[in-house]
């Protein structure tokens, strides 16, 4: 087995560490806490990521983008979560962000929803999570009634991330009740059409505020249904599957190995009682668990993404990399708020920032616990 990450991913990590080194990390103090990094700074972001050929690549390359790996895209992500810059939930910095659900579209469909995703003419927000229902699809609520050539939907979704500037949601909804749980669809809803309302914003600790979303007798054609019925919860689950990885665990070990190395840098520095905090063997013990851990994070993702791209099953290896991977930077963040003492809890270091987005990971996109119960179901399973 061959631990050595190829020689053109090795290339890409370098151009990246070496664009958010130069482009990102100079920007830090100008940037607030928004979901959004502003239009004035992005665009000449972008501009200087397509020069580098750093455009599109999550997009396959039927549809006109690099088609890079999971484990690509997982590298260079790494690279880009060490800036404080770029916020990782809606990330634009390479271009559109395009959900993998898309992709499962029809021809027509490509045409009216894909094509313009991609090109930036159309925006699109998911639409999953409910008041009574967050990971357990059994407990949705919203419902899709077909009514010969359309489908009537009510109900609500909340904490919608990009939802008040997206033109179409993609609504994981109820279509057979009597499968619970599995009878879930996927629907292309217009955001502009009647009966379909942002209710409000819940303002968070990450600084983001996503939105609640009401639908009231919402006619949607059945052409804008992603798939067949009974596949939408299928889909979606194939998208947060790839987001555990790419997104959470991977952004997770990029910012806490940025900030293991702010650690070791101010210990070297900082004197206390006559010598530096470096020589003191409390702070060497957290500079060395967190360089184990964050080894161990690392690996695990780079194995998970090497199977996905050689198309296995990675469900259960994505619960166990989220789990690990934001727990673990979680302690790594906390050490270096530690070692940097007083300083550390001020807004002049991205410490605190990190400190709170991490928190929240542990609960989006599947809390550590649910995670923890199915992956432990799913062992069992096998193990009978």
């Known amino acids: 087995m061959d631990f050595e990450l190829p020689r053109e991913i090795k290339m890409l990590q370098g151009l990246v560490r070496r664009f958010v080194e130069q482009e990102l990390l100079p920007l830090e103090r100008q940037v607030g806490e928004s979901e959004e990094l502003a239009e004035e ?33 997982c590298v260079v992500y790494e690279q880009v979560a060490r800036a404080r810059v770029i916020p990782f939930r809606n990330n634009e910095l390479f271009g559109p962000h395009v959900d993998p659900i898309l992709y499962h579209c029809t021809e027509a469909q490509r045409q009216r929803f894909l094509y313009p995703v991609i090109h930036g003419q159309l925006r699109m927000c998911f639409a999953q999570t409910e008041p009574d229902a967050g990971t357990d699809p059994a407990g949705m609520r919203t419902r899709a009634v077909r009514e010969g050539d359309h489908y009537v939907l009510s109900g609500a979704k909340r904490f919608i991330s990009a939802a008040g500037r997206a033109d179409f949601a993609e609504v994981i909804c ?25 209710v409000r914003q819940w303002p968070t600790m990450m600084g983001d505020a996503p939105w609640e979303i009401s639908f009231d007798q919402v006619q949607v054609p059945v052409e804008n249904r992603i798939g067949e019925e009974g596949q939408g919860f299928e889909l979606g689950q194939q998208w947060i599957t790839v987001g555990r990885v790419k997104s959470q665990s991977v952004w997770s070990i990029g910012v806490a190995q940025r900030a293991l190395e702010m650690a070791m840098d101010y210990a070297r520095q900082r004197v206390t ?3 530096p905090l470096a020589e003191r063997q409390a702070v060497q013990f957290m500079i060395a668990d967190s360089a184990i851990e964050l080894r161990a994070a690392r690996l695990m993702i780079y194995d998970t993404a090497w199977r996905f791209d050689q198309g296995q099953d990675v469900r259960d290896a994505s619960y166990m990399a989220k789990i690990y991977c934001t727990e673990t930077a979680g302690r790594v963040v906390d050490r270096a708020i530690q070692i940097h003492g007083g300083v550390g809890l001020t807004k002049d270091l991205p410490l605190e920032y990190w400190y709170r987005q991490l928190r929240s990971l542990r609960i989006t996109e599947g809390a550590t616990e649910v995670l923890r119960w199915r992956l432990a179901r799913n062992l069992m399973r096998e193990r009978r």
Not at 49 to 60: E, H, I, Q, S
Not at 181 to 198: F, H, N, Q, Y
């Open 174 to 198: 109820v279509t057979d009740p009597e499968r619970p749980g599995r009878g879930i669809s996927c629907l292309l809803v217009d955001m502009k059409a009647p009966g379909v309302k942002l």
């Open 41 to 73: 700074l992005l665009g000449p972001l972008q501009e200087r990521a397509k020069a580098l050929g750093l455009w599109l690549m999550d997009v396959p390359r039927e549809f006109g983008g690099l088609g890079l790996s999971l484990l690509a895209r």
């Open 273 to 275: 009682f006559g010598q």
